[in-house]
């Protein structure tokens, strides 16, 4: 008919659709750009509301990266106080931990899995057997070490042990820590063995000596020169108080303090680590219950010192609890008899457990 406009037709209108939108948020059609004829992949598109936002495909797990790098120098990760806190207190790089929050903002839950997996990851290295072998080389002071504990090795040794009560020592120490002094100086054990063996070697002055045992002649000396056998990082050493006999306990201690120091920051002087005429080890409370001390070669005895420990002692009518220490010395076989070691350490055990003696007889 002329005039008469052209009704669409249902393939016309099916066409049109095509290429008109397939979503209508808020009432609206939105057009989505598409080839005729190619299927709609996502059956919820036509009833969504919003536009689709295309995500970054993940290809780790939360907080399990592979490869956690550091964020470049002075970038501050995202994160809130409370996971700082966390991560300040487990001593934790936030840097060092991928965040799965928005903007990369790290959670409790990716300190959690990044905690989970270094734990994994240890026990993964524990698990692997160990392989290969370094040589190191003995050199400088672990050396000499060696070379004098090989000479030391030709020494027939006697170890003599005896237990000491260290309780009126200890009462006598802390008296005297307590009372107030210009230089602060705290008492040890060592500076009333010291002290001790000075008085014992008045009575048996052929323990102050030295063997030379390619000549066969005993060098006894009037001075007593204590080593004092320190622990430092580079190996033992043993520096010198030098004429202990002249020394009263304070200056003793001051001295055992000095050297001490000396020896363990590298400033003692080779002057200071020769001429001992008798050594005492302690190896203070890592002491253990006794040892065998080695001979500092060429001298003829060393007093091993042990920790002192609370031990129930019986007094004739009950046990009683009691500041305990073992001294465990070694002498020179060739030189001092059995007989001789027990009298000397038993002299040095009456008065350290008897204290006052140390100071009344010069």
Known sequence: MS??????????????????????PAGRAVPVKRSVGEPIKDVDAATDTQPAVEQPARTEPIGHSTRDALRPEGEKPLASPSVRQRARDGGLDLRLVTGSGPAGRITHEDIEAYSARGAEMARAARSRPRSGVEDIKVIGLRRRIAEKMTIANRIPHITYVEEVDATSLEKLRGTLNDTPR?????????????LATVRAIADQPNLNALFDDQTGVVHQHAGVHVGIAVQTPSGLMVPVVRHAETLDLWNCAAEVSRLSEAARNGTVSRDELNGSTISITS??????????????????????VNKIVVRPVWDGSAFIPRKMMNLSSSFDHR??????????????????????????EG
Do not use: C, W, Y
């Open 3 to 24: 005039g008469e406009k052209n009704l669409p037709t249902s393939d016309d209108a099916h066409a049109r659709r095509e290429e008109n939108p397939v979503r209508e």
């Open 283 to 304: 190896l203070g409370a890592m002491g253990g219950m006794m040892s065998t001390p080695i001979i500092n070669h060429p001298e003829v005895a060393i007093i091993g």
């Open 182 to 194: 210009h230089n602060q100086l705290r008492l040890t054990p060592l500076s009333f063995l010291i």
């Open 335 to 360: 030189i001092i008899d059995g007989f001789e070691a027990a009298r000397f350490v038993q002299r040095i055990k009456g008065l350290l457990e008897a204290p006052a003696l140390i100071f009344m």
